[in-house]
């Protein structure tokens, strides 16, 4: 009767010791931190954190991880960037009403640029979806023109 109640107390002690253990020690309080800047999108803030946490305790998987996939979600986000820019910079050429050699071969090469760029980056699982859909839509487009300028 006595070991009935004893282990699942033992089990409970240390399941709280571990959590205790988890949210108290610095480099797993700074990953915690980091996961929350992933979640909401500050990539930056969240490597910069978890690259703390890491350094602070090499062990952290989970500071390994965010810092991994802040990462991958930074390049992804700065491809984001880099194609609004440069269709920013397509249409207002495109809204010429003549276009140069010279114009189609920047928007060829602009949007060779960015078909390429997208071919190198690679998503994981945890990769934000919205991020890897809005990049995959800029990819289209950027092929589009391509295949438009090229002919």
């Known amino acids: 009767m006595k070991a009935k109640i004893f ?13 205790i253990y988890f ?13 929350y800047y ?3 999108g500050n ?14 305790d090499l ?10 996939q802040s990462k991958i979600s930074m390049k ?15 249409n207002s050429i495109i809204s010429k009403d003549v276009l140069s050699d010279a114009d189609r071969a920047k ?6 640029i960015m078909v390429d760029s997208y071919v190198k980056l690679a998503p994981s699982v945890i990769t934000d979806k919205a991020l890897v859909a809005e990049a995959q839509k800029y990819y289209k487009e950027f092929e589009r023109i391509l295949e438009k300028v090229t002919r």
């Open 43 to 56: 990539y930056q803030k969240a490597y910069e954190l978890a690259n703390e946490a890491f350094s602070m």
């Open 76 to 90: 992804y986000q700065k491809y984001v960037v880099q194609a609004r820019k440069y269709l920013k910079e397509i």
């Open 23 to 35: 949210l108290i020690h610095p480099s797993y309080e700074k990953s915690l931190e980091a996961k």
């Open 107 to 112: 928007i060829k090469m602009m949007s060779e």
């Open 7 to 19: 282990f699942p107390l033992i089990a409970f002690g240390l399941i709280v010791a571990m959590a």
């Open 38 to 40: 992933y979640e909401i």
């Open 59 to 68: 062990y952290n998987r989970m500071a390994s991880t965010i810092m991994a």
